[in-house]
């Protein structure tokens, strides 16, 4: 709906996917967050060619090639999977900025303000949202911040149709409209982001915040029949795929 929305007040398809992306990170925070990474490909209608963004998370400076091994030389799957030791300095904020700065035709504020009147006037919880929040629950409460935010007072989870409201999030999400990518990798939201990791032996520093870049890339291409492809490569492997299965 944001993105349609989007793209009925005149914007392009990359103004309703970084739209979408900065929503998905209010309703749907396992498959679009703020924390996180992603990959984007574009199409230009006009030139007939085609372009890939990689915003990934990157291993923090302080990372190191054993971290996640144990005494005996296995993986430590709890380290490497749910420690603050195993969180990648995030991208996603980066990446949609430099999509739409450079492919979009939309303002950040004009983007952003979907995602900000969700978060700050909540929205219906789904069926998805509900399911994924109960089947982590367990984990999500180990974490005083995770339980404030997705769970009730009471500790019950929001059950599907109520509504859930992040104000905390919005004001994240304003302070990115405000000050571009500057507005979550300085400041106070980085200040608390390497705060939390500082406490927990995590590995973010204000640095790694500070540094980081999207980077524009080229695609990898391959053809299937009378179809040219064009799709994310590296650090991405599910293009090099699909075409090797092609």
Request: without cysteine.
């Amino acid at each position: 709906e944001v993105g349609l929305s989007i793209l009925n007040d005149g914007g392009n398809a990359v103004d309703a996917a970084v739209a979408t992306g900065f929503a998905l990170a209010v309703t749907y925070p396992r498959a679009g967050n703020l924390g996180g990474g992603g990959f984007m490909l574009i199409h230009s209608a006009d030139s007939n060619e085609q372009t890939m963004i990689d915003y990934r998370e990157t291993a923090p400076a302080k990372a190191t090639r054993n971290m996640f091994l144990d005494d005996a030389g296995e993986i430590d799957r709890g380290r490497a999977y749910f420690s603050h030791q195993s969180s990648g300095v995030p991208g996603t904020v980066a990446g949609l900025i430099y999509a739409l700065e450079n492919y979009g035709s939309m303002s950040l504020h004009k983007v952003l303000a979907p995602a900000i009147k969700l978060a700050t006037r909540g929205f219906p919880v789904s069926y998805a949202l509900n399911n994924e929040i109960g089947a982590r629950a367990e984990g999500l409460k180990k974490n005083k911040e995770a339980k404030k935010l997705f769970f009730k007072p009471d500790g019950s989870a929001y059950e599907i149709g109520d509504t859930l409201r992040q104000p905390e999030l919005a004001r994240t999400l304003k302070r990115i409209a405000r000050k571009g990518a500057k507005g979550f990798y300085e400041g106070d939201v980085a200040e608390r982001i390497v705060e939390d990791m500082a406490a927990n032996k995590g590995l973010i520093s204000a640095q790694d915040l500070a540094s980081y870049r999207a980077i524009e890339r080229a695609p990898v291409r391959g053809s299937f029949r009378e179809f040219d492809i064009a799709s994310v490569g590296p650090p991405s492997s599910g293009g090099i795929h699909i075409i090797q299965m092609l």
